[in-house]
């Protein structure tokens, strides 16, 4: 397979969140809040905290992986720069370079740009997805990106 890099080495990581309908509804107009929440979680879950599952467990829906997998290779097939293996999948090329693992908690994306090309597959995935960048501190909802210029880094 032939692998581009993009000059320079910046990239993001987002992890992509199902929040269930109890949280979208209660967090929907304040979405600091569940970032907050979420990066809680996040940090304890470094730490090997049981309590980083409790908290997951409340707030998202767990991702079924043989079924989103099987969802982002039948979007993603007919791109002849897209590779995928297991829980993993890759799309690069001289625009984007981007890499996605497939949890059960969340889907981690790592990526060259600040709109990847699975962004458009996990948007039509479900209308509760959240998106947090722990190293930026960005966080959003996926459904209220109108624009793909719209994402940038919060400062």
């Known amino acids: 397979m032939l692998v581009y890099y ?7 990581t987002f992890y992509i969140y199902n929040v269930n309908d109890y949280f979208c509804d209660v ?5 600091y809040k569940l970032y907050k929440i979420l990066e809680d979680a996040y940090l304890s879950n470094k730490y090997n905290s049981k ?3 409790i908290m997951y467990g409340e707030i998202i ?3 079924n992986k043989l079924f989103v997998n099987n969802y982002i290779f039948a979007n993603n097939k007919f791109d002849i720069y897209y590779s995928n293996k297991d829980n993993i999948h890759l799309i690069s090329n001289k625009k984007e370079y981007s890499k996605l693992v497939v949890t059960s908690y969340y889907l981690k994306l790592k990526s060259s ?10 948007n039509n995935y479900s209308e509760n997805i959240f998106i947090c960048d722990y190293v930026n501190k960005d966080y959003f909802w996926l ?8 994402i940038f880094i919060k400062q």
């Open 51 to 53: 309590n980083s599952s």
């Open 27 to 31: 967090y929907n107009n304040y979405p």
């Open 113 to 122: 740009v600040n709109y990847p090309k699975f962004f458009d597959n996990i």
């Open 6 to 12: 993009i000059d320079g080495d910046y990239m993001r």
């Open 143 to 150: 459904n209220k990106v109108t624009d793909k210029k719209e």
């Open 61 to 63: 829906n767990n991702y």
